[in-house]
């Protein structure tokens, strides 16, 4: 079965410093990744998604960008972080078409 | 715009009983629907899925109702427990959009000892 891992659990960082959030993937090769962010109490927003490497899609403009380097490794990352930054941020996979999306714990960022 | 919406965003119970949360889709063609549990501090889980081919799904202690009439999706959670009070999101699987899923706001299920 596949298994999302992400890192830090929590984050702390002031404004306009950089980002990097990286998530891996156990149990499945080729698998479609997104990131997704969850503003307190609110739904979930994609980000972005990754059909493959160095295969990136934008789903709203904003001060993130993410990269995909390896089939199971896919970063989100900011230059300059904003106080709108702050939120809880989802990283999730799945393998085969029409099967559900799994997610991992998150990450939960903090821009002071 | 097409999206997924939910009826109720906080249902209160009493632990034993039965709960039930809804949830309306306005993309008649979607053919894929999913419940998600979300606990505080973590990532979504997936609990039980859907094809718009079937109208009833049964897992364990939960089942889905597809109502492709009405455009309704419903969750329900047979003796509710204290381990079942977490956020419920519905989403749905659109045509044309390969498999990336539109979520709804999500439910707040809160069990009463």
């Known amino acids: ?112 | 715009g097409e999206s997924v919406g939910l009826h109720l965003p906080t249902l209160s119970v009493q632990e034993g009983d039965n709960s039930i949360i809804n949830c309306a889709y306005s993309n008649s063609a979607s053919d894929y629907f999913i419940w998600y549990k979300q606990e505080s501090g973590k990532g979504p889980q997936f609990i039980i899925d859907i094809r718009s081919n079937m109208d009833k799904r049964q897992g364990q202690r939960v089942t889905v109702l597809l109502n492709k009439t009405v455009k309704h999706l419903s969750l329900q959670i047979a003796a509710t427990q204290p381990g079942d009070s977490a956020v419920y999101f519905c989403a749905e699987n659109p045509p044309n959009a390969g498999n990336m899923l539109t979520f709804g706001g999500g439910t707040r299920l809160m069990v009463k000892p």
């Open chain 1, 1 to 112: 079965s596949q298994t999302i891992h992400q890192w830090p659990a929590t984050l702390v960082q002031p404004v306009g410093s950089p980002l990097s959030l990286e998530c891996t993937v156990e149990g499945t090769s080729n698998p479609n990744l997104y990131w997704y962010r969850q503003a307190a109490g609110r739904g979930l927003q994609l980000l972005f998604y990754s059909v493959g490497i160095g295969q990136i899609s934008s789903e709203v403009p904003q001060n993130l960008s993410a990269s995909r380097p390896q089939d199971r490794q896919f970063i989100l990352s900011s230059k300059k972080l904003l106080l709108s930054d702050s939120g809880f941020y989802l990283c999730a996979g799945e393998g085969q078409s029409n099967s559900p999306l799994h997610f991992g714990n998150g990450t939960r960022l903090t821009v002071t």
